[in-house]
């Protein structure tokens, strides 16, 4: 009986002889298979089933109803045993609740009358892909054998099916192994003729002719872009209609770029395919190409661009009447094709480059040669209006066109006056039009306002410049239609034009501009060397006699000029060496620097000659001294910088200055800003002696007075006196030690600064009983004047706060950096504005001439009600 399930015979033959088998060897009254929607779909849970074949179903409106309707999974017998992968069975369908009814299903088993059913689940390659079962009128009609025999015959049906999925895929493989050895073949065909560099265009035809025969297709096309980017049928095979096609995707054109399957396939960079192209929409329908597609009953179309070296450069298309006739497999293979379309192309386009490439080098040869003469004549030829005649003579040849001029300004500053130099050897009509032109009109303004080639192919149309009615007139009456105008420049200065004419339309191109711009670049070579020649003459003259007015200059000047080699040897000095040194001129030059600097400051000498030579282009500043005759130093303040001959350097130059004046002026001023700090020192110990020590003794004067009248009136009164008299005259004693220690803090130099600030805090502490916090932040010394300076400033930052502040507390801190050392006296006084210091106040200017005078600086902050903060910053190293 299984043997007539041939694995040869279709998946529904196979089912429909399973079926009536089933119905035959169980005496069933009908039986009925059920397939998941679509052949390849597996019945997952949740999707359809569809009856496919059906036995002893009579014709009428039930068998009607089950064909259309579709089983859910899981929904009656059918859809359980799908659902469940197991056999089942029911005695009484309606009447059974094991599995979940459908309204449909039940209403045919109603009309039908059937009671008994068994289903079977169709398992193929792993899936359930349906169910095969038998029915009966009859209630409790079957048993487990008829249930063992159902699953029995369900399992050969499966395993028929399988085979003959198997034989078929075989078959398949078989096919697509025969066409790949095919495809190979023509591949290594197409691609030994691209090896071989022959026709491109026999190489693209077999293309086409390979893509309909590989692809099995009615047709197939090669569409190609143009110049303009616009896609335009290039090869066939098949018919030989050509329809209108769109633009390429990025053209100028390209208002739809899906239009078509090749529009579509050329935007996305990939093979595109349809199996039904009228229908498809994907891409933008043109009228056409869709009346092309009716004609050839086209179904089932694939287009795959063909990429370029700049991108996509046309498409390969194959269409067939057959729907759904290729798919990713059939498009690997097209792009493959198209690939070796692509290089096809590429060559073609390159062979035509190489030979477009060899004339223009050829034209640049001769270009090369005609430059080379000309600029041999620059050099060698003193008459240079025959160079300039010579120069037209050759741009009348290269741009095969014997109108050319070159038209020179007489005087950049006047460009009315000019001259005109023609490629004819007599300029016949020169007079007349020559008067009439000008070099600040027309194109030839516009060539130099650019300061570039002006090309016009019609120049009375042309509206991109200023037109002058004596030019238009000129070109009318000469018939022209195109000008071209090349600029000639010396840097920023016209120098004139480089003019074409001709009376073809669009007779020049960028190619003769080029040409036309490196003769005009000659021709401005050659008037600017006649020019220079000329000034060079003139400027001779000028040399010579300014040389002598150099040189007393130098000789002249206070300052020493002079000029060493690289080896540090002088090579010239000025006389003024003999008024610093003792030493003339002559006894100084080709000694070395060794020899005229003083052994302590050599280093700083070679040292700004090792800037020079790092630095060439840089002048460098340093100090050295020179030796006297006498064996003193002479203190000079030196500038130099490199010296150049044909852009290599060859030594240095500068000039030195005495500083033995400067110093000693230096040394005056330093000495009267000590005594000038002196002097402020005695008039604020006036002041306190004044404030404090006079007033105590004024009132101590005052009391013995009191005393002496109280005495003999009220003794006990006169007592109590003596008592206010006695705490005067501590205070007294008390405030001049301490102006006694301001004056001469003799313990700094042995005690360091430190322990003098505590001493000082502590005097100030128990006078005014001030709190005040003092903090010192290292532990070695500095240098004697700075410990004297910070002692002073702080001195006087207390004083004006123990007067002026009016401070709860005060912080003196002290602490030293790799480079200063810094005091802070902060308080949190009464502050005031630091704008608005009186005239006459010198405690501030002080302290500020103090950090000054040894190259540090002050800094005040203050503002009123915030309290002040002085910070004085003195260099240590």
């Known amino acids: 009986m299984t043997g007539r399930f041939a694995p040869t015979a279709g998946r529904r033959r196979i089912l429909r002889d399973a079926l009536e088998e089933t119905v035959r060897l169980l005496r069933a009254d009908g039986g009925m298979v059920y397939l998941a929607v679509g052949p390849d779909e597996p019945a997952a849970r949740g999707g359809d089933l569809q009856l496919v074949i059906d036995a002893g179903l009579d014709a009428g409106a039930a068998l009607q109803q089950v064909r259309t309707v579709r089983l859910r999974v899981g929904h009656?017998?059918?859809?359980?045993?799908?659902?469940?992968?197991?056999?089942?069975?029911?005695?009484?369908?309606?009447?059974?609740?094991?599995?979940?009814?459908?309204?449909?299903?039940?209403?045919?088993?109603?009309?039908?009358?059937?009671?008994?059913?068994?289903?079977?689940?169709?398992?193929?390659?792993?899936?359930?892909?349906?169910?095969?079962?038998?029915?009966?009128?009859?209630?409790?009609?079957?048993?487990?054998?008829?249930?063992?025999?159902?699953?029995?015959?369900?399992?050969?049906?499966?395993?028929?099916?399988?085979?003959?999925?198997?034989?078929?895929?075989?078959?398949?493989?078989?096919?697509?192994?025969?066409?790949?050895?095919?495809?190979?073949?023509?591949?290594?065909?197409?691609?030994?003729?691209?090896?071989?560099?022959?026709?491109?265009?026999?190489?693209?035809?077999?293309?086409?002719?390979?893509?309909?025969?590989?692809?099995?297709?009615?047709?197939?096309?090669?569409?190609?872009?143009?110049?303009?980017?616009?896609?335009?049928?290039g090869y066939d095979a098949g018919t030989g209609q050509r329809p209108a096609l769109g633009p390429i995707p990025g053209s100028p054109d390209d208002s739809d770029p899906d239009e078509g399957i090749t529009g579509r396939a050329a935007r996305l960079g990939r093979p595109v395919w349809t199996g039904d192209y009228l229908a498809d929409p994907r891409f933008i329908h043109r009228e056409p190409l869709d009346a092309f597609a009716t004609r050839n009953g086209i179904r089932s179309a694939m287009a795959a661009p063909i990429p370029g070296e700049a991108g996509i450069v046309g498409t390969l298309t194959v269409y067939s009447a057959r729907p759904d006739d290729y798919d990713a497999a059939d498009a690997e293979l097209l792009q493959s094709l198209a690939d070796q379309a692509s290089l096809a192309i590429t060559n073609a386009r390159r062979i035509e480059a190489l030979t477009r490439s060899r004339s223009e080098l050829a034209a640049r040869a001769q270009l090369e040669r005609g430059l080379r003469e000309i600029t041999a004549g620059i050099t060698a030829e003193r008459d240079l209006d025959a160079l300039l005649h010579r120069i037209t003579v050759e741009a009348a040849r290269l741009t095969g066109n014997e109108r050319v001029f070159l038209n020179v300004l007489d005087?950049?500053?006047?460009?009315?006056?000019?001259?005109?130099?023609?490629?004819?050897?007599?300029?016949?009509?020169?007079?007349?039009?020559?008067?009439?032109?000008?070099?600040?009109?027309?194109?030839?303004?516009?060539?130099?306002?650019?300061?570039?080639?002006?090309?016009?192919?019609?120049?009375?149309?042309?509206?991109?410049?200023?037109?002058?009615?004596?030019?238009?007139?000129?070109?009318?009456?000469?018939?022209?239609?195109?000008?071209?105008?090349?600029?000639?420049?010396?840097?920023?200065?016209?120098?004139?034009?480089?003019?074409?004419?001709?009376?073809?339309?669009?007779?020049?191109?960028?190619?003769?501009?080029?040409?036309?711009?490196?003769?005009?670049?000659?021709?401005?070579?050659?008037?600017?060397?006649?020019?220079?020649?000329?000034?060079?003459?003139?400027?001779?003259?000028?040399?010579?006699?300014?040389?002598?007015?150099?040189?007393?200059?130098?000789?002249?000047?206070?300052?020493?000029?002079?000029?060493?080699?690289?080896?540090?040897?002088?090579?010239?000095?000025?006389?003024?060496?003999?008024?610093?040194?003792?030493?003339?001129?002559?006894e100084v030059v080709g000694r070395p620097m060794s020899e005229v600097v003083t052994p302590d400051t050599l280093p700083a000498a070679l040292a700004q000659f090792g800037r020079i030579a790092d630095d060439s282009h840089t002048v460098v500043e340093t100090r050295f001294a020179l030796r006297h005759r006498d064996g003193h130093g002479v203190p000079l303040e030196n500038f130099a910088t490199g010296v150049f001959h044909e852009g290599r350097l060859v030594g240095g130059h500068g000039s030195g200055r005495d500083l033995s004046e400067r110093d000693r002026l230096e040394k005056d001023l330093g000495r009267q800003a000590s005594e000038l700090a002196s002097s402020a020192e005695r008039a604020h110990l006036a002041r306190e002696l004044h404030d404090s020590v006079t007033q105590a003794l004024f009132a101590m004067t005052l009391v013995s007075r009191s005393i002496e009248l109280q005495l003999p009136r009220d003794p006990q009164a006169a007592r109590a006196k003596f008592g206010e008299l006695r705490d005067l005259q501590r205070e007294a004693l008390a405030e001049m030690r301490s102006l006694i220690f301001e004056l001469r803090p003799g313990s700094i130099e042995r005690d360091g600064l430190e322990q003098a600030l505590r001493r000082h805090v502590a005097a100030v502490e128990s006078r005014v009983g001030l709190p005040i916090r003092l903090e010192v932040d290292f532990d070695e010394r500095l240098p004697l004047e700075t410990e004297e300076t910070l002692y002073r400033i702080a001195q006087e930052a207390l004083h004006n706060i123990v007067r002026h502040a009016g401070a709860q507390l005060a912080e003196v801190r002290v602490e030293r950096t790799p480079r200063l050392a810094r005091l802070t006296v902060r308080d949190d006084g009464r502050g005031f504005d630091v704008a608005g210091i009186p005239e006459g106040h010198l405690g501030v200017a002080g302290m500020r001439a103090r950090a000054e005078r040894i190259g540090g600086r002050l800094d005040l902050l203050s503002a009123p009600g915030a309290g002040t903060t002085v910070t004085v910053e003195l260099p240590v190293a």
């Open 76 to 233: 009656g017998l059918f859809g359980t045993a799908v659902s469940d992968g197991v056999v089942q069975v029911t005695g009484d369908y309606l009447a059974d609740e094991r599995f979940r009814h459908s309204a449909a299903s039940d209403a045919v088993v109603r009309d039908v009358g059937i009671h008994s059913m068994i289903a079977a689940p169709l398992h193929v390659n792993g899936r359930n892909v349906g169910a095969l079962g038998i029915f009966a009128i009859r209630r409790d009609a079957y048993g487990p054998p008829q249930q063992a025999l159902v699953r029995t015959l369900a399992e050969h049906a499966a395993l028929s099916i399988r085979s003959s999925e198997l034989i078929r895929e075989l078959g398949t493989t078989r096919r697509q192994l025969s066409r790949r050895i095919r495809v190979e073949r023509t591949l290594r065909l197409i691609t030994a003729e691209l090896a071989a560099l022959r026709d491109p265009e026999t190489v693209l035809r077999r293309t086409v002719d390979a893509s309909a025969a590989l692809l099995d297709a009615d047709g197939a096309r090669i569409d190609l872009a143009d110049t303009t980017g616009v896609l335009t049928w």
């Open 411 to 586: 005087d950049p500053e006047h460009p009315t006056a000019w001259t005109r130099y023609s490629a004819f050897e007599t300029d016949t009509d020169r007079t007349v039009p020559f008067d009439q032109m000008s070099l600040v009109d027309g194109a030839t303004k516009q060539a130099i306002v650019d300061r570039r080639a002006f090309v016009s192919g019609g120049y009375l149309e042309d509206d991109r410049f200023e037109h002058k009615a004596a030019a238009d007139a000129y070109i009318r009456s000469q018939g022209l239609q195109s000008v071209m105008a090349v600029p000639i420049f010396d840097g920023e200065t016209p120098l004139g034009t480089l003019m074409a004419e001709s009376a073809e339309r669009d007779a020049f191109d960028a190619d003769d501009a080029e040409r036309l711009e490196v003769l005009a670049r000659q021709a401005g070579i050659a008037m600017a060397n006649a020019r220079l020649l000329d000034r060079l003459r003139a400027s001779e003259a000028q040399v010579r006699g300014s040389e002598a007015r150099f040189r007393y200059l130098v000789n002249a000047s206070p300052d020493v000029v002079w000029e060493v080699d690289l080896d540090g040897v002088f090579t010239f000095v000025s006389d003024a060496i003999e008024r610093l040194t003792g030493r003339p001129a002559s």
